[in-house]
């Protein structure tokens, strides 16, 4: 069974920079598995940041990126605003089939 | 601009059927790979299905938990895509997103309960 892991919560002040990871279990994570992250708010359907490792939407703000970091994907959040605080999701591609990681609740205080 | 909607969610008993539509606009629903994700009460998502674009093979994929109770289909022409759910469980309760990874647009959500 394939499993996505990240980290369950992080807590961080506003104007710091903090990244997340998306591991899988069934190795590094390479640019092949199509990296994406999203972003949850309590009550909100997803809203997506990062597709294909890096690539931002229109919408996502500029101090969002993404990159692979040690054999995990990763989303960096370069002076983290109080609205950044939700539930962050990667998902992995594997040929026929994607995954979910579990998701980091972010808390900004 | 580019929209989701998606309808059809109710309560079911268990062993029973219910069909989602996801009606989308703004982009040509047949030039897209489409995937429906779900997310029970409190937790986190789920990669229900997807199926690929008809340029791609229009062929479809399924989470191990679905395979062979859920099917994938689209009507071009209507611009709607569907999830047909047979034999519901318990555990397929969860509000049902269709979304585009590509555009990266989610609709609304549907909430499906299966309950006796």
């Known amino acids: 069974q394939t499993v996505v892991t990240q980290e369950p919560s992080l807590t961080v002040s506003p104007g710091e920079t903090v990244t997340l990871t998306c591991a899988s279990n069934?190795?590094?994570?390479?640019?092949?598995?199509?990296p994406n992250w999203f972003q949850q708010k309590p009550g909100q359907a997803p809203r997506t940041l990062i597709y294909?490792?890096?690539i931002k939407h229109s919408w996502t703000p500029g101090r969002f990126s993404g990159s692979l970091l040690g054999g995990k994907a990763a989303l960096t959040l370069s002076g983290v605003q109080p609205e950044d605080e939700a539930e962050y999701y990667c998902?992995?591609?594997?040929?026929?089939?994607?995954?979910f990681g579990g998701g980091t609740q972010l808390t900004v205080l | 601009e580019v929209q989701l909607v998606e309808s059809g969610g109710g309560l079911v008993k268990p062993g029973g059927s219910l069909r989602l539509s996801c009606v989308v606009s703004?982009?040509?629903?047949?030039?897209?790979?489409m995937t429906w994700v779900r997310q029970a009460p409190g937790k986190g998502l789920e990669w229900v299905g997807r199926?690929?674009?008809?340029?791609?093979?229009?062929?479809?994929d399924y989470a191990a938990p679905v395979e062979g109770r859920f099917t994938i289909s689209r009507d071009d022409p209507k611009t709607t895509l569907y999830l047909q759910m047979n034999s519901l469980k318990t555990e397929d309760t969860a509000v049902y997103y269709c979304?585009?990874?590509?555009?990266?647009?989610w609709g609304q959500g549907t909430l499906v309960t299966v309950s006796s």
């Open positions: 979304t585009a990874f590509s555009l990266g647009v």
């Open positions: 703004g982009f040509t629903l047949s030039n897209a790979w």
């Open positions: 199926i690929k674009s008809k340029t791609d093979g229009g062929t479809t």
């Open positions: 069934t190795g590094a994570v390479t640019s092949g598995y199509s």
């Open positions: 294909g490792t890096s």
């Open positions: 998902l992995l591609h594997y040929g026929g089939a994607a995954v």
